[in-house]
């Protein structure tokens, strides 16, 4: 079965500081891969996504994120965070064989908080 | 243009009550989705829809779980006898078609007294 890993919970940064969320995947096949943001009482949008192409991936706002198939993993990174970057941050695999095909499937999220 | 949108944004209900919970699509969207969000963890999913007819319902967690999207566009999430364990923001998100871009309301908040 397909699934992502978020390996913490809440990330703290400086303003002007870089940003790094980590997040690790299982998938017996290549993998779709996305990361989301969730910002108080806003609907999930879309940060970046990685589908085969490049695996340096390059997003909204500043953010880009790494495919490593020898880590099994798809970090999110910025080189200098903001303020308004504070909010929820989901790393999430698409499910690409099977009965739940096409569907995604979520980790349980880092809170970035961003101090001044 | 307009987003999803999910109506009501808050719910309050008492145990044992039955609920609905409404999503409206982006416009031409075929694909709609239903997850739910509990506190401190990641949306999971429900139900997919692809127009009119429930392509998988594999997620609903029980018979209490119902949805449907009888003109293809519109869905209804409905909850039947509501324990406290359904409390929950509830998620609709829709997209072109299966594979594109999902597109997310900002959810439902329901909680079961």
């Known amino acids: 079965a397909q699934s992502v890993t978020q390996l913490d919970s809440h990330v703290s940064v400086s303003e002007g500081t870089p940003v790094l969320l980590r997040c690790n995947y299982s998938?017996?096949?290549?993998?779709?891969l996305f990361w989301y943001v969730q910002h108080p009482n806003k609907g999930l949008q879309l940060l970046l996504k990685?589908?085969?192409?490049?695996?340096l991936v390059k997003g909204i706002n500043g953010f880009e994120a790494e495919f490593k198939k020898s880590e099994t993993s798809f970090h999110l990174t910025k080189p200098s965070a903001h303020m308004s970057d504070a909010a929820e941050y989901f790393c999430?695999?698409?499910?690409?064989?099977?009965?739940?095909?096409?569907?995604?499937?979520f980790g349980k999220g880092t809170k970035l908080s961003v101090k001044p | 243009g307009a987003g999803v949108s999910q109506t009501p944004s808050n719910k309050v209900t008492e145990k044992g009550k039955y609920v609905e919970l409404r999503c409206d699509p982006i416009?031409?969207?075929?694909?709609l989705y239903w997850y739910r969000q509990s506190l401190g963890q990641g949306p999971e999913f429900l139900i997919y829809?692809?127009?009119?007819?429930?392509?998988?319902d594999s997620g609903l967690p029980n018979d209490r779980f119902f949805a449907v999207r009888p003109e293809g566009s519109v869905s209804t999430l409905k909850i039947q006898r509501t324990e406290r364990g359904d409390s929950a923001v509830y998620l609709c998100?829709?997209?072109?078609?299966?594979?594109?871009?999902?597109?997310f309301g900002p959810g439902t908040r329901l909680t079961v007294l």
């Open positions: 998100a829709s997209s072109l078609t299966r594979y594109n871009e999902q597109f």
């Open positions: 998938s017996s096949y290549s993998p779709s």
């Open positions: 990685y589908t085969s192409a490049a695996t």
């Open positions: 999430v695999v698409r499910a690409d064989y099977g009965g739940s095909q096409g569907n995604l499937i």
């Open positions: 416009s031409g969207h075929t694909a």
């Open positions: 829809f692809q127009g009119t007819g429930a392509a998988d």
